[in-house]
């Protein structure tokens, strides 16, 4: 998903060997313009058809074919009442669909329907005009109309209905032939004329309970974080943030929007090698969030030039047309062959603009004066920075030496701007030769296949076409500029890139308990974010709404201490050794954040480590690695793989039960929430009472206990939960909303107290 696909990565692996030693000893040098030109001089036509037979696979072109055969499951879902997964597959359908056609029509039209169905009338009506303005058949009109009426009706726009009710009569008038719809038209009048307020709708999208979280006070110079977050460097932490007074847990220390963000394209949903090939009706990510803000959508607009790309609204669509997928559409089926590192490089610089991008590149290659876009002066080099140690804010973000902190603009703030971005590390010197000979020759292809489709000559030195007479000079980013970014950017993702991640439920609509899990949902950049150091156990949380990312701190963290992230390994999930090869070989560094080092110790020292287990007999900790004995006087002796086995058994009962509730079997719900209360005291041991483990295993007996209708137990476990999920999460996250609107729903019932019960 990261790299290129596996066919391209065997193809480049076979390319490596045939290379003569002394090119590949080229290959370590550190400098990526070299890297650039030896990939340059070793691309073959060859190479370039290989990688064109793999985007041909990849197909993002629009199909009348795939049209039509997502329209036709859309109307077998209809048919089932199946409404939501319906808009789905109409939806399909749309982004197959050619803009201004009839097909194009008729699957907006269909949607509308199915969103009539589920009560969402504002989206319905939003569907209704696309049908209309994409040319829906003049004789299918009328029971648009009627349709549109209805949706006025229900939600109380009584004159606007009245005005379609007079159009639609006059049309019908046209057409005898249409004695059903006639009735129905009769009735809608007699609806009209009643004086009743407006049905109450489904919202089209989650209703947030709460505003939206903001930092408390802004830093003036971190713009991104709150005045409580002070930037800091040294040259064995490089850059780090720091707590300037006491920041309590659930205090938001840092809101950012994504730089740059890529959707995750998600499993070979878009593979379609052959004209026979059976086509996939799944959803993927892009089916249920918009490509440029990355919120949740239900009712996609899609792109007028190809099948991927999905809007929630049409200024998300123009702003992302004008911004990269003018030049991103035609390249669809390329991006996806190499993966999305690459497809966020080439963004990076598409937002970024040429000019800024060639004279950053041109100034660390030494061949501009760094004076003229800004740079602050004694700027050192980024393969290796003379990072010199600053103090909290000090002569704005300046060392006593006054040497700046990489990244910092002149006045010594840190932006979430492209700057910042460029002044991420890429690691060039930790990198393998064949690595860097993969990256840059992916890169040189796809520059190759930019090329063809928008300004070759300023890459690859051909004769200036027409389209490229219209660039102004200051715009043209030179002969392989472009190329040196990309790359420097696709080095710099594999230790800065930040996963957006969303909750996405499993399960049918109908469960009455969801099952939610988080979900990698795009790729970008966040320089702020990125300032994080790592810990193994962290003292906040990373949390995401669209493409909008929030760190908060989960516990109290000390005026003077480390703001810190978890990179991925957790001292709850992994053992020392563990941790220490996966942020060995993704992060290049040696851990010692205080969690690998009491583990250390304990591996030391005589005294055997807490092992997560209590005792069977007095219920003390149990201490040991495979032999666990009790750490009290009874000196009961289990082995680990005892224990382990039966907590393995308990979280296969809790599926069970689970499903049970699923199936609607609600004599099940005591022991279900029994077994999930056995797992809770499980779960709490391993990774604490406040970790963001107990507060989805709390979500999930918050929701079995109020479909069970156990009141106070229910409201009791709602308001834990909500506690430990709004620290992790803050206010806007999905779960928080579902308990406070289940909160809300019991606090109605009568005779419960309306304050808190627990």
């Not at 109307?75 to 597959?89: G, S, V, W």
């Not at 049905?199 to 830093?219: F, G, I, M, Q, V």
């Amino acid at each position: 998903m990261d790299l290129p696909v596996e066919e391209w990565q065997s193809h480049v692996h076979r390319r490596w060997l045939q290379l003569q030693p002394s090119v590949q000893a080229e290959f370590s040098t550190n400098a990526l313009e070299e890297i650039i030109l030896l990939c340059s001089s070793v691309l073959q036509p060859e190479d370039e058809a290989f990688l064109q037979r793999l985007a041909d696979g990849y197909s993002v072109e629009k199909d009348l074919n795939a049209c039509l055969f997502y329209k036709e499951e859309g109307n077998k879902a209809f048919q089932k009442k199946a409404y939501k997964a319906a808009t789905m597959l109409y939806s399909q359908g749309t982004s197959h669909a050619r803009p201004n056609t009839q097909e194009m029509s008729v699957c907006f039209a269909n949607r509308s329907a199915a969103f009539f169905h589920l009560s969402q009338y504002e989206t319905c009506l939003e569907d209704i005009r696309r049908a209309q303005m994409h040319g829906y058949p003049e004789r299918l009109q009328p029971k648009l109309m009627l349709r549109e009426a209805e949706c006025l009706l229900a939600l109380g726009r009584r004159q606007e209905a009245a005005l379609v009710i007079r159009n639609l009569e006059q049309s019908m008038g046209a057409q005898p032939n249409l004695q059903a719809l006639q009735r129905r038209l009769h009735h809608l009048k007699i609806r009209g004329q009643e004086n009743k307020g407006p049905a109450k709708a489904r919202p089209s999208t989650p209703a947030h309970a709460l505003d939206e979280a903001n930092l408390r006070a802004k830093n003036k110079h971190i713009p991104n974080a709150a005045s409580s977050v002070s930037l800091c460097s040294d040259p064995s932490r490089g850059r780090y943030l720091i707590a300037t007074e006491d920041v309590l847990p659930g205090e938001l220390l840092v809101k950012e929007e994504a730089f740059v963000s890529v959707l995750n394209p998600g499993e070979t949903l878009w593979l379609r090698p052959g004209p026979e090939a059976k086509r996939d009706s799944r959803a993927a990510p892009g089916d249920h969030h918009c490509h440029r803000c990355l919120n949740p959508v239900v009712a996609t607009i899609p792109c007028q030039g190809c099948s991927y790309a999905r809007y929630c609204s049409q200024q998300c669509m123009q702003q992302a047309w004008e911004r990269y997928h003018r030049t991103e559409c035609s390249l669809g089926g390329t991006l996806l062959t190499l993966g999305v590192f690459c497809h966020v490089a080439l963004r990076t610089v598409l937002i970024a603009g040429f000019e800024l991008v060639g004279k950053l590149v041109k100034t660390f290659q030494g061949t501009v004066n760094s004076e003229a876009i800004s740079v602050p002066e004694g700027q050192p080099s980024l393969e290796k920075p003379n990072v010199q140690p600053t103090l909290e804010e000090r002569d704005q973000n300046r060392g006593v030496s006054g040497t700046p902190i990489p990244g910092c603009e002149r006045d010594g703030s840190y932006q979430s701007s492209y700057y910042a971005v460029f002044h991420l590390m890429p690691h060039t010197e930790k990198r393998s030769p064949e690595h860097k000979f993969l990256c840059g020759l992916s890169i040189v292809a796809l520059c190759k296949k930019l090329g063809e489709v928008y300004w070759p000559s300023p890459l690859w030195g051909q004769g200036p076409s027409e389209q490229e007479a219209t660039l102004t000079t200051e715009q043209s980013p030179g002969s392989g500029i472009w190329a040196v970014a990309m790359l420097r950017h696709v080095l710099q993702l594999h230790c800065n890139a930040q996963g957006v991640t969303a909750l996405q439920e499993a399960g049918s609509d109908g469960d009455l308990v969801t099952e939610q899990r988080q979900t990698r949902l795009a790729t970008g950049f966040f320089p702020v974010i990125s300032l994080l150091n790592h810990s193994c156990n962290p003292n906040t949380s990373l949390a995401f709404k669209g493409s909008m990312g929030t760190i908060q701190a989960s516990r109290h963290i000390a005026c003077g201490q480390e703001i810190l992230h978890c990179y991925g390994p957790h001292e709850s999930r992994m053992d020392v050794a563990t941790r220490q090869q996966k942020l060995r070989s993704q992060y290049f560094f040696d851990c010692c954040c205080q969690a690998c080092q009491d583990e250390e110790a304990h591996r030391a020292s005589t005294t055997p480590r807490h092992s997560g287990f209590s005792c069977p007999t007095c219920k003390a900790a149990l201490q040991g690695d495979d032999t666990l004995r009790c750490s009290r006087a009874c000196m009961a002796v289990v082995s680990r793989t005892h224990l382990v086995g039966q907590l393995q058994d308990l979280q296969h009962r809790v599926e069970v039960a689970l499903e049970l509730l699923r199936g609607g079997e609600t004599g099940n719900w005591p022991k279900s929430a029994a077994h999930l209360q056995k797992s809770l005291q499980v779960v709490e041991a391993q990774h604490g009472p406040a970790s963001v483990e107990i507060g989805h295993e709390l979500f999930k007996l918050a929701q079995v206990l109020f479909n069970g209708f156990a009141v106070t137990e229910a409201m009791s476990a709602i308001e834990k939960a909500e506690k430990v999920l709004s620290i992790h999460y803050g206010p806007e996250n999905e779960q928080v909303q579902e308990l406070q609107q289940m909160k809300a729903c019991l606090l109605e019932l009568p005779g419960l107290p309306a304050g808190p019960t627990a």
